[in-house]
């Protein structure tokens, strides 16, 4: 199983980011799949996730500012990031859980909001 994330960057508050993470060796359409982030001296949290195909949930932060996506054709799981805040940095990672359990994360991508 493998996980490819992209599309962090530097942003000015109020801006808009879309990362992609393209995911290869699981049945995609049917695994669950989510984003997570880690600042500087913090845990690592859950920002968004899709545990099946129409099914969305957000950490109270981001919701109505961030929406996942995901399209089954390209394999690929999406986070729509807008209206981002300093507060919003962070690494961002992708996960995702195998049916028998195991979970497994892309490498990170920076994603910086500044003021």
């Known amino acids: 199983v493998q996980l490819q994330a992209s599309g962090g960057g530097l942003v000015q508050a109020g801006g808009s980011l879309r990362l992609s993470c393209v995911v290869s060796?699981?049945?995609?359409?049917?695994?669950?799949l989510g984003w997570y982030r880690q600042a500087p001296g913090k845990q690592r949290e859950l920002v968004a996730d899709?545990?099946?195909?129409?099914?969305?949930n957000y950490a109270d932060s981001v919701r109505g500012r961030f929406a996942i996506s995901r399209d089954n054709t390209k394999n690929t799981v999406y986070l729509h990031m807008n209206e981002l805040r300093p507060e919003d940095t962070a690494v961002y990672y992708c996960?995702?859980?195998?049916?028998?359990?195991?979970?497994?994360w892309g490498q990170g991508t920076q994603v910086t909001v500044s003021s």
């Open positions: 996960h995702t859980r195998t049916g028998t359990g195991n979970d497994y």
């Open positions: 060796g699981i049945i995609f359409s049917i695994r669950p």
């Open positions: 899709s545990p099946r195909s129409g099914i969305t």
